[in-house]
Nanobody, 126 residues
Framework: QVQLVESGGGLVQPGGSLRLSCAAS????????IGWFRQAPGKEREGVSC????????YYADSVKGRFTISRDNAKNTVYLQMNSLKPEDTAVYYC???????????????????WGQGTQVTVSS
């Protein structure tokens, strides 16, 4: 059974950092593209970052480039999202998701993904 479990969310002050984890079970994570998404109240779910399976290429939304870093630990079957210089507008529930198909230019589209975790809350506030 495919399962994704996010962790690492919490309350942080502006300018602070958090590292989110996405632990996979029931499949080998490195064979699939893994995306991070976020959804703030009243807003649509948006793509934040993605790491492809084939070559480990990474993708980022413009709003997080230079601040967020996605990485993968194959031994732990886990994908991480390191978030630095956090801003109040980063506040949202963050989800990781699995793309069974090849990662392409529409990596940011939630419809491209097949399995989702339950999400972890990130709140950036002073």
């Amino acid at each position: 059974q495919v399962q994704l479990v996010e962790s690492g969310g919490g309350l942080v002050q502006p300018g602070g950092s958090l590292r989110l984890s996405c632990a996979a079970s029931g499949f080998t994570l490195r064979y699939f593209g893994i995306g991070w998404f976020r959804q703030a109240p009243g807003k649509e779910r948006e793509g934040v970052s993605c790491i492809s399976s084939s070559d480990g290429r990474t993708y980022y939304a413009d709003s997080v480039k230079g601040r967020f870093t996605i990485s993968r630990d194959n031994a732990k079957n886990t994908v991480y999202l390191q978030m630095n210089s956090l801003k109040p507008e980063d506040t949202a529930v963050y989800y990781c998701a699995v793309d069974k198909g090849p990662t392409g230019p529409e990596w940011y589209d939630p419809d491209e993904y097949d399995y989702w975790g339950q999400g972890t809350q990130v709140t950036v506030s002073s």
